[in-house]
């Protein structure tokens, strides 16, 4: 069973930035699409960003966009999530998830999670 694992969360000032990570124990990640989440107290589940096997990038519709860069370095088995210019309103638990062959549009088809690292913004 593949078993995920998120590091690199922690507490930053408003506009720092963080660099998270997603490794993997037992299972090479190079076939798996790997997907960041990330969930709010009281809100749900949301996309972040979505990498490929091969490395293209898919976001997701309502997606946070252009201030996270995804990544991944198959030879460290690692996918990484660059939060940059962080705002409060982005604190939240962030996951990562995988998924065979490709991204998906949603969460729901994603079959295996981490348990998620913690990133507080404060203001």
């Known amino acids: 069973q593949l078993t995920l694992v998120e590091s690199g969360g922690g507490l930053v000032q408003s506009g720092g930035s963080l660099r998270l990570s997603c490794t993997s124990s037992?299972?090479?990640?190079?076939?798996?699409?790997i997907g960041w989440f990330r969930q709010a107290p009281g809100k749900e589940r949301e996309g972040v960003s979505c990498?490929?096997?091969?490395?293209?990038?898919?976001n997701f519709p309502d997606s946070v966009k252009g201030r996270n860069i995804i990544s991944r370095d198959d030879a460290k088995n690692t996918v990484y999530l660059q939060l940059n210019s962080l705002k409060p309103e982005d604190t939240a638990v962030y996951f990562c998830a995988a998924r065979g062959r490709a991204c998906a549009s949603t969460r729901y088809s994603f079959t295996s999670w981490g348990q998620g690292t913690q990133v507080t913004v404060s203001s």
């Open positions: 037992g299972f090479p990640l190079d076939y798996y699409a």
């Open positions: 990498i490929n096997p091969g490395g293209s990038i898919t």
